[in-house]
C-alpha cells in the first residue's frame, strides 16, 4: 500500500538561522531533533528537546524543497494560531518566516498515528473526536478562510477534464458513467454548505491518538467553511484506503450529498494522479491514483 511520505529534509538540513529563530521561539538551545514519519511535505517535521528538557515540533520549509510549500506552511500558521484552546489541535508557538524559509514551532503533542488497517476501537475515538471538534468549531470560529464550494470547485472538476482530455487507458465503469460521476461531482459542490470549519485533509498521518485515547488533529493549511460531516467522510476514505469498517449509512447526511462529495474527491484524485510528481513528492501521484480507485470502487458499489 501507498502511503503518504515526502522526500524529508531534517533539523541538521536547516540554515543556522532558521535554528536559531527556533531556540528564540521554545527558550533553549535544542539537544535532540527527531524526525517523524508520514505526510506530504519535504520539510522538516521534527520533535525536538532542549537541554533543560523542554519540548517542541518544528516543521521547516523553504522554495528549494518545493515552491508552493512554504505558503501552505505560512496558511497553517495563520489557522492554528486562530483556533479555539478547547479544540484537540496542537498550539502554534511562534513562527519564523524570511521570505524563502518558513519555520512553525507547535506542541509536542503526546501520541502516534492510528494503526492501519483502522482498529475499530482507534475508529471510534477517532469518530468521536471529530464529531467534537466540528461542534467546537461550528460556527467557523474564523472568517478567512474559504468556503467548501470556493476551496474544491476546481477539484471537483476533474472528472469534466477527464471527459475533455481522456487517458489512454481508463477502468471500463468509469467510461461507461463519467457523465453521470460529472453530474454527481456537480451536485456535491452544491452540497458543500455549512460554517463548520473543516479539516479537509482528514488521514491516519494527520492525526495523533495517545495511549488513553485521546485524538489531536494536526496539519491544518486546507482548512475551510462546510459542512459538519466533511472531516468524517475524509476519514471514511481513507479506512477504505487502508482497511477497516467504512460506513457511509453512519453519517448524518444526505445519502445524494455524499455521494456527490465523494465524486467530487474522486475526480480530483483520477485527474491529479495523472499528472507529473511535484518536486519532493515522489509517492504524491501513486497516493492520489489508489484514493481515487478506492473511491471510484465505493461509487461503483453504491450505485449498484
Known amino acids: ?36 514519519p508520514g505526510g506530504f511535505s519535504p520539510g522538516t517535521a521534527d520533535r525536538i528537546r532542549t537541554a533543560d528538557g523542554r519540548r517542541a515540533f518544528v516543521k521547516a520549509v523553504s522554495q528549494a524543497q518545493n515552491e508552493h510549500s512554504p505558503s501552505l506552511h505560512r496558511q497553517e500558521a495563520r489557522i492554528t494560531a486562530a483556533l479555539p484552546p478547547d479544540a484537540p489541535t496542537p498550539t502554534l508557538l511562534g513562527a519564523y518566516d524570511d521570505g524563502d524559509w518558513v519555520a512553525l514551532v507547535l506542541t509536542d503533542v503526546d501520541g ?10 482507534e475508529l471510534a475515538h477517532v469518530r468521536t473526536a471529530l464529531d ?14 474559504p ?25 471500463s465503469w468509469i467510461s461507461e ?23 479537509t485533509d482528514i488521514r491516519a498521518d494527520n492525526l495523533l ?33 487502508y482497511g477497516g469498517h467504512a460506513d457511509l449509512t453512519t453519517i448524518d447526511a444526505d445519502r445524494a450529498d455524499l455521494i456527490g462529495v465523494l465524486a467530487g474527491f474522486g475526480g480530483f484524485f483520477a485527474d491529479a494522479a495523472r499528472q507529473p510528481p511535484p518536486l519532493g513528492l515522489p509517492s504524491l501521484r501513486a497516493f492520489q491514483q489508489a484514493q481515487a480507485d478506492v473511491v471510484v470502487s465505493w461509487l461503483h458499489e453504491l450505485s449498484g
Do not use: Y
Request: some cysteine.
Open 1 to 36: 500500500m501507498v502511503t503518504a511520505s515526502g522526500v524529508r529534509i531534517g533539523w541538521a538540513d536547516l540554515p543556522e538561522r532558521v535554528k536559531r529563530a527556533v531556540t528564540d521561539i521554545v527558550g533553549g538551545d535544542v539537544v535532540e531533533a527527531v524526525s517523524q
Open 112 to 121: 502516534r498515528h492510528p494503526a492501519t488497517p483502522w482498529r475499530p476501537d
Open 132 to 145: 467534537d471538534l466540528a461542534r467546537t468549531l461550528t460556527p467557523s470560529p474564523i472568517e478567512h478562510v
Open 147 to 171: 468556503t467548501a464550494r470556493d476551496h474544491l470547485e476546481e477539484d471537483f472538476a476533474g472528472w469534466h477534464r477527464l471527459r475533455a482530455d481522456p487517458p489512454a487507458t481508463e477502468n
Open 177 to 199: 458513467h463519467l457523465d453521470d460521476l460529472c453530474r454527481h461531482a456537480e451536485h456535491g459542490l452544491t452540497a458543500l454548505a455549512g460554517n463548520t470549519l473543516a479539516h
Open 209 to 241: 491518538i495517545d495511549a488513553h485515547g485521546t485524538v489531536t488533529v494536526v496539519d491544518w493549511p486546507w482548512a475551510c467553511r462546510g459542512p459538519a460531516w466533511l472531516d468524517t467522510l475524509l476519514l471514511l476514505v481513507n479506512v477504505r484506503l
